[in-house]
């Protein structure tokens, strides 16, 4: 029986040549859903309540009066849902006599129609600044 010969894997005469091509394969499957934009929230401030306004000046400090005294303060307020003052920070006073008066004023008598966030009301901040002017 004559040997049986057989054809070599790799033919003789060097490395085989390989290509890269950069550009992807066709895509076959569908792309996802684009996702849609999430617009921003809208945000409206609160506003001083009309029908609040004849109450918004606090009376004058006696005391100040007398010293021929007039300044300012302002405050930092926090406005409820129900547009109501919750809260009052000190910003600056001419004198702590006419934030004390100021303090008193927005907790007792302040109201606003609230701010709201997509229509929905919301508790914010809103600064103020009251004037003490002697009237002469």
Do not use: C
């Amino acid at each position: 029986m004559a040997p049986t010969t057989t054809e070599p894997i790799v033919k003789a005469g060097g490395d085989p040549v390989l290509t890269f091509d950069p550009t992807p394969p066709p895509r076959t499957e569908p792309l996802p859903p684009a996702i849609p934009a999430i617009p921003d929230p809208v945000f409206i401030t609160a506003t001083i309540d009309p029908a609040a306004m004849p109450r918004f000046q606090p009376d004058y400090p006696p005391e100040l009066i007398r010293a021929d005294i007039e300044g300012t303060a302002t405050v930092r307020v926090l406005i409820g849902v129900d547009g109501r003052v919750k809260s009052v920070e000190l910003v600056s006073a001419a004198h702590p006599g006419f934030f004390e008066a100021t303090r008193r004023q927005a907790l007792r008598y302040w109201k606003f129609k609230p701010a709201t966030r997509d229509g929905i009301a919301v508790e914010s901040w809103r600064t103020m600044t009251v004037r003490f002017n002697i009237q002469g």
